[in-house]
């Protein structure tokens, strides 16, 4: 089955800074890539997806990169604020069934 | 539209007892799904529905544990004799199949097993 790594665990960045999170996956049937941001004792949150036929998408402060054949998969957070600290997954689809990464923890310092 | 809904929020009970979990989809979504989170790790897919029918089951849904949608709106997670390992987040996501099968996913139950 499908199996996503997701890197780093914690990232700790100052107000301002940038963010990337990094995953990888397995399945090259893999065809959509959401990223989730989950704050704590919530349900996780979609905040950018990617589809497999696209290698970039931004909105507003969020990008999402896309190499297929590296099977890679990158967010990105610019000028980054106290709010956006949480829990962020990323995940690949095959068919229907999600397969999530094990999270990175973001915090933003003042 | 409120988004997906789920009940009750938290959940103790005592190993061997049983529980059952709700989940209200978003309207109109014909695709339901539920995941298990445990601390510190992503969220694990268990099962999900279109309309009413059950298409996919994972190994980690033994056979203690049970889900159904009647009516293809509205689920149910039933897991029998609970067991300390049964202690998590449980899940529940929704999608319209034939647009873009995005899912979104309800604040979840957090159950405790003593």
């Known amino acids: 089955g499908e199996n996503v790594e997701q890197h780093p665990s914690t990232l700790s960045v100052q107000e301002g800074d940038s963010a990337v999170i990094k995953c990888t996956y397995s399945?090259?049937?893999?065809?959509?890539f959401p990223w989730y941001k989950q704050e704590l004792g919530k349900g996780p949150q979609l905040i950018i997806d990617?589809?497999?036929?696209?290698g970039e998408k931004k909105d507003q402060r969020i990008a999402v990169t896309l190499n297929k054949t590296a099977k890679h998969f990158s967010l990105h957070i610019t000028e980054t604020q106290p709010e956006d600290s949480a829990v962020y997954f990323c995940a690949a689809r095959v068919f229907s069934k999600l397969t999530f990464g094990t999270g990175t923890r973001l915090q933003v310092t003042l | 539209d409120t988004g997906v809904s789920q009940d009750p929020r938290h959940k103790i009970t005592k190993r061997g007892q049983n529980v059952t979990f709700r989940c209200d989809p978003i309207s109109e979504h014909n695709r339901l799904y539920w995941y298990r989170q445990t601390l510190g790790q992503g969220p694990e897919f268990l099962t999900y529905f279109q309309n009413e029918a059950q298409l996919e089951k994972s190994r980690l849904l033994s056979d203690r544990f049970s889900a159904e949608r009647p009516k293809g709106s509205f689920s149910t997670l039933e897991i029998q004799r609970t067991e300390q390992g049964d202690s998590a987040m449980y899940l529940c996501?929704?999608?319209?199949?034939?647009?873009?099968?995005?899912?979104?996913f309800g604040p979840g139950t957090r159950l405790t097993v003593l």
């Open positions: 990617i589809r497999s036929n696209v």
């Open positions: 399945d090259s049937a893999s065809n959509y």
């Open positions: 996501a929704s999608s319209l199949n034939g647009g873009a099968d995005t899912q979104y």
